[in-house]
C-alpha cells in the first residue's frame, strides 16, 4: 500500500517515514549541554582564557563581547569529550561561525586549547 507524502509530495510506502523538512533538535548533545557540569566547565574554560576570544587573541586583538564555547570535536560524534578540557575552545560569535563552517580546522584549534592548557614558560 502506498501514500502521497504531505511533506515532500511524492509517493511513498504506507509505513515510509519521510525526512523532508524535518529540523534538528539538537538530540543527546542538546541535554549535555543543559548540565551542571557542562556550565561550570563552561565558566571555568572562559575564566582560564583571561575572558578572550581565543582565535581573536591569536591575531592580536582583543575581543571580550559574546563569548562562546566551543566543542573542537562535535558532541553529536564524541559526547565522551563533553568536560575534556583539550577539546574546548573560547571563541567569539563570530569566529563559532566560522568553527562551526569547518572554516577554522581543528588542528589550529586544538593548538589554541593547548597552549591555554600548557602555557609557554617564559
Not at 524535518?22 to 548533545?29: I, K, L
Not at 565558566?43 to 586583538?61: K, M, T, W, Y
Not at 572554516?103 to 589554541?112: A, R
Amino acid at each position: 500500500m502506498f501514500k502521497a507524502c504531505s511533506k515532500c509530495g511524492k509517493i511513498h510506502p504506507a509505513d515510509y517515514q519521510c525526512h523532508v523538512g524535518r529540523v534538528y533538535r539538537g538530540g543527546n548533545e542538546r541535554a549535555l549541554r543543559k548540565t551542571y557540569s557542562w556550565r561550570k566547565k563552561s565558566e571555568e574554560i572562559r575564566e582560564r582564557a583571561s575572558g578572550l576570544c581565543e582565535v581573536c587573541r591569536d591575531q592580536g586583538r582583543y575581543t571580550y563581547n559574546d563569548l562562546e564555547v566551543h566543542h573542537i570535536y562535535k558532541l553529536r560524534e564524541y559526547p565522551e569529550r563533553l568536560l575534556d578540557d583539550f577539546n574546548l575552545v573560547c571563541l567569539c560569535v563570530e569566529h563559532h561561525k566560522q568553527a562551526d563552517a569547518g572554516e577554522l580546522s581543528q588542528d589550529y584549534l586544538t593548538h589554541l586549547a593547548e597552549e591555554r592548557e600548557n602555557p609557554p614558560h617564559t
